[in-house]
């Protein structure tokens, strides 16, 4: 079997992960044409080459077309997710993560899972990212992942229901029992979206296996 190895030292997000995927040679034509099964409008999905410090890696960005995404619960993600004609295991990986994201913000919040109103985490880019990333990974012949302690940054970020500590609320709740780190990097480099696909894929945390 194939492995991914994630090195996070700059933390993950959504579009981070579906970079790397990108890079790793699934096409971006591929992406668009599987998440076009999918109901959802009002985004468009581009990759585009980038340098950083001196070395080539792929940029994937996620351009909504409206300011503001609907709240969207639970049952309202996995109306779109079943609804489409993807494949039944990207399907049921998706939705495997969104309920880790899910039990997390209820905890966070202290209500039930079906009061949550998944706000920046339920709005369009989220959901691209989330059922993109497995999207990728089934091209890949699904390896198995395996992921690096995970940098988190440090500072505060400001979100839908205030401004918070780094981690916040949400992403410190995923990564419960999950090897994490801070230095003198400021910003949240760990997203809920990031939080959840490794908290979801990652069959163990640790340095790269021999």
Known sequence: MRGLYLDCFSGISGDMFLGALVDLGVETAHL????????????????????????AGTK????????????????????????SRLS???RRR??????????????????????????EVGAVDAIVDIVG???GLERLGW??????????????VTMEHGTFPVPGPATAEILKGKPCYATEV??????????TLVATLAESFG????
């Open 186 to 195: 400021e910003g949240e480099l760990v997203t809920p979206t990031g939080a």
């Open 32 to 55: 668009r044409s599987q998440l076009k099964k999918l109901r959802v409008s009002g985004y468009s999905l581009s990759a585009s080459r980038v340098d950083r410090s001196g070395l």
């Open 143 to 156: 390896p198995r992942v395996i992921c690096s302690p995970l940098h988190v940054g440090r500072g505060m």
């Open 207 to 210: 340095p790269m296996p021999p």
């Open 133 to 135: 990333a497995m999207i």
């Open 88 to 90: 039944a295991t990207v």
């Open 60 to 83: 994937v960005d996620v351009a909504l077309s409206a300011a503001r995404q609907p709240e969207r619960r639970l049952k309202d993600i996995a109306r779109i997710v079943h609804g």
């Open 94 to 119: 998706a939705m495997d993560a969104f309920e880790t994201l899910v039990d997390a913000e209820a905890r966070v919040h202290r209500v039930s899972k079906d009061r949550v109103h998944l706000h």
